[in-house]
């Protein structure tokens, strides 16, 4: 299970050089993660308490991980479009 502070996530605070080291360890990590993964063994953690999620498989949990990636993927997207709509600027793609 991946450790939450929802109040903490709300009131962060850092650098954009910060906040892209954050990023590339958490993608490092993920690619550990689907490396060392056996997609049709059953979850590694599977939650103890939230039984309305359950996935029967590592792969299962992977496709949800990949769901959620694009989801917000697609959020992220939708803000900059509107922020550069407003005539902010961009400096990547």
């Known amino acids: ?14 650098t954009v050089a910060e906040a892209l080291a954050l990023l590339e360890a958490a993608r490092a ?17 599977p939650p103890v308490d939230d039984l309305d999620i359950w996935y029967a498989t590592q792969g299962d949990v992977l496709l ?5 990636l694009a989801q917000h993927l697609g959020q992220l997207e939708v803000t900059r479009d509107v922020l550069l709509a407003r005539g902010g600027t961009t400096s990547g793609s």
């Open 64 to 68: 949800h991980v990949y769901e959620e």
């Open 1 to 14: 299970m991946v450790p939450r502070d929802r109040d903490a996530e709300f009131t962060a605070t850092g």
């Open 29 to 45: 990590r993920l690619h550990e993660d689907v490396r060392a993964s056996a997609p049709d063994a059953p979850p590694a953690n």
